[in-house]
Structure formats: structure tokens, C-alpha cells
């Protein structure tokens, strides 16, 4: 049986300055997600009013538009790879 070793991680000593910087950016990045978040509800919105589209259809076919987008970059990102490996050959 493989036991389950635990790597303890060295802790360093807090750095104000680093952690305040963090931080930032994690409150930067929220007000970015619910702005985002707002502008799609107001789109979903103009869809529903405008052409009595189901909020939850439109919804549905942006996520899997989002998702087929994500999986063709990975695929172009996997081909670039491939490439690149073939130059540096």
C-alpha cells in the first residue's frame, strides 16, 4: 500500500507589502466578475425583452458557444505545440 505523504510547505514571513498587492488584485479581478456579470444580465435582458427569447436558453447557448471557443484554442494551442517541437527539433 502507497502511504500518503504530506509535504509540509515552508511559511514565510509575511510581506505587507506582497499581501496588500494580492489582495488588490483579487478585489480588482471581483469588480471585474461582477461587472462582467452585470453587462450579461443586461444583454440576456435585451434579448428577452426585445425578441421573447428564454433567459435561460440564451444563457445556454452562450455557455456552450463559450465552451466550443475554449476547446478550439486549446486545440490551436496543442498545434502550435506540436509545431513549435517540429522547429526546435
Do not use: W
Request: charged share 35%; aromatic share 4%; proline share 1%.
Amino acid at each position: 500500500m502507497s502511504e500518503n505523504k504530506k509535504v509540509k510547505k515552508e511559511i514565510q514571513a509575511i510581506d505587507p507589502e506582497d499581501v496588500s498587492e494580492v489582495i488588490d488584485a483579487i478585489v480588482a479581478f471581483m469588480g471585474a466578475v461582477e461587472s462582467s456579470r452585470e453587462e450579461i444580465n443586461k444583454r440576456v435582458k435585451y434579448l428577452k425583452d426585445s425578441y421573447g427569447l428564454s433567459s435561460s436558453a440564451v444563457r445556454a447557448v452562450a455557455t456552450v458557444i463559450h465552451k466550443q471557443n475554449e476547446e478550439q484554442l486549446s486545440e490551436k494551442e496543442t498545434q502550435i505545440k506540436n509545431l513549435l517541437s517540429i522547429c526546435k527539433g
